[in-house]
């Protein structure tokens, strides 16, 4: 099993503020990973994939960097509804399709 | 508007079973692959199982092996997970994902909760 491991756990940051979380994987997963976001009471809703891809009617303020094992998401400037958990999440072994323990960003 | 919406949690003693049901509306739930997921207290997000379009292939994660059962029910829209033998790790917000290359998820619902426990 890849193991993701995302840091910080939680992050404080002050609107207008960048944000950058990494995930780190056990091995190498290529290009193949996406980001989550997860706001409190509502559905998980897909950011990134492919590392870099912007999701459909996702803001510019987001973007996502990386491959093999090190990535990175980008708030570039924190708006009051960007505060959240994110997640990321490997397919490169789609058998096998694990996720991050998570980061909360919090004001 | 496309939207998952799922049912059927509640609060059930090891060993117990429940029926998780996920409705789909916005688009139509036999053109894509559909996932399970959990969300695990203190422990993050855990793929359960996935289903293909006509519910003939399914795979599972190791630990709910024998246990879950994934189907589908396309005329109705409806994705559906048998939880039994439940266990007291099986305690989690379960979410139903679309599921469109097995690979990433693009559609989520809110999830319903399973609280195992005696």
């Known amino acids: 099993e890849i193991v993701m491991t995302q840091s910080p756990v939680s992050l404080s940051v002050s609107p207008g503020e960048r944000a950058t979380l990494s995930c780190r994987a056990s091995q190498t997963v290529n290009s193949n990973l996406a980001w989550y976001q997860q706001r409190p009471g509502q559905a998980p809703r897909l950011l990134i994939y492919d590392a870099s891809t912007t999701a459909t009617g996702i803001p510019a303020r987001f973007s996502g960097s990386g491959s093999g094992t090190e990535f990175n998401l980008t708030i570039s400037s924190l708006q009051s509804e960007d505060f959240a958990i994110y997640y990321c999440?490997?397919?490169?072994?789609?058998?096998?399709?694990?996720f991050g323990q998570g980061t909360k960003v919090e004001i | 508007e496309v939207e998952l919406v799922e049912s059927g949690g509640g609060v059930v003693r090891p060993g117990g079973s429940l029926r998780l049901s996920c409705a789909a509306s916005?688009?139509?739930?036999?053109?894509?692959?559909m996932s399970w997921v959990r969300r695990v207290p203190g422990k993050g997000l855990e793929w359960v199982s996935n289903?293909?379009?006509?519910?003939?292939?399914?795979t599972y994660v190791d630990s709910v092996k024998g246990r879950f059962t994934i189907s589908r029910d396309n005329a109705k829209n409806t994705l559906y997970l048998q939880l039994n033998s439940l266990r007291a790790e099986d305690t989690a917000l379960y979410l139903c994902a679309r599921d469109p290359r097995q690979w990433y998820f693009d559609l989520w619902g809110r999830g319903t909760l399973v609280t195992v426990s005696s």
């Open positions: 916005g688009f139509t739930l036999g053109d894509y692959y």
């Open positions: 289903i293909n379009w006509s519910g003939d292939k399914t």
């Open positions: 999440q490997q397919y490169n072994d789609w058998l096998r399709r694990t």
